[in-house]
């Protein structure tokens, strides 16, 4: 294993504290009420947008993720649906803040963020890119942290992969030109975050929002609070 250079931080249930569900719920819920004007049922507005993420889930690398996502969407509800691009641009840039009182907030979140670079260590945000930039710049805000914090952040427009695919973070190391096995990735999803190791990049798994739908065994993985991943961090700089 390499010294650790970069450490690659999952926003959503990570710096981010939510119940997935929750703010799924009250995402769709605001979005539907927004596009409505439009003629967007709720109901197929929804498993639009879910189809749109499954093709990004899917992307095999051949198109950015926001192609992968409209390619589909417009498929399903209208071949101009696109038009409709600056009202989705409004919403996340407006009523989407409203979701945010869907999300926890931990300021451990950014105290460990400050403490990590102040180590001389590099800090990139590895969240999965179903995303536009514009809503997830919003994301790193609700945490209590700013975009220029990070090196890079994914989103849908910078992303041809998604996780759990492990070539999602081989794309984020060769962005930041560094090796896999100089990074440790930072997350709280069993399924998403662990794929990581595949790469022979280590992971430490918060578990303050664990997702474990598998059920994989956390005895596998460096896993704890904010303070434990910190002390872990410190025993692997030495």
Known sequence: MKPLTTVLFDLDGTLLPMDQDVFTKCYFGLLARKLAPLGYEKESLVAAIWK?????????GSKPNEAAFWETFTAITRPDAMDDMPVFEDFYR?????????????????KTVDEIKAMGLRVSLATNPI?????TE??????????EDFENYTTYENSSFCKPNPKYFEEVCKTLSVDPQECLMVGNDMDEDTPAAALGMRVFILT?????????SLDDYPHGSFA???????SILG
């Open 52 to 60: 749109g993420t499954g093709a990004m889930v899917k992307n095999d």
């Open 94 to 110: 407006n009523d989407f803040q409203q979701a945010k009182a869907s999300c926890g907030f931990s300021p451990d979140a950014k």
């Open 131 to 135: 995303f536009p930039a514009i809503a």
């Open 138 to 147: 919003s994301r790193i805000r609700w945490a209590g942290l700013e975009p």
């Open 208 to 216: 303050d929002s664990l997702i474990n739908k598998s059920g994989k």
């Open 228 to 234: 434990e991943l910190s002390d872990y961090i410190k």
